[in-house]
T-cell receptor, first 113, second 114 residues
């Protein structure tokens, strides 16, 4: 079945460091891809999305590009801030589904001042 | 506009007790979902409702029942709680018919079963 694999954490970075969180997927057809963020004690919020190959999603300085050839959707940010500390989830929606999302296990990011 | 709301925020149950988790959305979304979140497991879909009047099983439905009371409300019931159901439960909603199917999440219910 469809699945999402993302790099295990936790990831600890200093402020202004570069961030990459790897995400690869297995799916039939062309799924939609998402990154969600969960701040401590809160629910998940959509960070960015891409619905077709070569689309680039971006928001709050984060970017991810839908790469069909490598089945990847890596999350990147050039300069992280302490306020970016959170858990990040990669997810896919299978094409033709009822809207169900399949999530990766999450990557916890801690940014130190 | 409150988005997705869930009650209660916290609950402690003894093994064998029952309870209902409530979820409501005010975005006029057709689809609603229940997930559980466990450490190192990500989120797993319990049940979903693609539209009012329909419900379907997700990845981990055993031990749960759901009711789509109306378009706004989608409840999750534990008939006889077990320690394995200790988890954080999230409700979500989304539009139907859109390619992106963005889901909006509630703040969660933290349930402990002793």
């Amino acid at each position: 079945g469809d699945s999402v694999t993302q790099m295990e954490g936790p990831v600890t970075l200093s402020e202004e460091a570069c961030l990459t969180i790897n995400c690869t997927y297995t799916a039939t057809g062309y799924p939609s891809l998402f990154w969600y963020v969960q701040y401590p004690g809160e629910g998940l919020q959509l960070l960015l999305k891409a619905t077709k190959a070569d689309d680039k999603g971006s928001n709050k300085g984060f970017e991810a590009t839908y790469r069909k050839e490598t089945t990847s959707f890596h999350l990147e940010k050039g300069s992280v801030q302490v306020s970016d500390s959170a858990v990040y989830f990669c997810a896919l929606r299978p094409r033709g589904s009822q809207g169900n999302l399949i999530f990766g296990k999450g990557t916890k990011l801690s940014v130190k001042p | 506009n409150a988005g997705v709301t869930q009650t209660p925020k916290f609950q402690v149950l003894k093994t064998g007790q029952s309870m209902t988790l409530q979820c409501a959305q005010d975005m006029n979304h057709n689809s609603m979902y229940w997930y559980r979140q466990d450490p190192g497991m990500g989120l797993r879909l319990i049940y979903y409702s693609a539209s009012e009047g329909t419900t379907d099983k997700g990845e981990v439905p055993n031990g749960y029942n759901v009711s789509r009371l109306n378009k706004r409300e989608f409840s999750l019931r534990l008939e006889s709680a077990a320690p394995s159901q200790t988890s954080v439960y999230f409700c979500a909603s989304s539009e139907a018919g859109l390619v992106s199917y963005e889901q909006y999440f509630g703040p969660g219910t933290r349930l402990t079963v002793t």
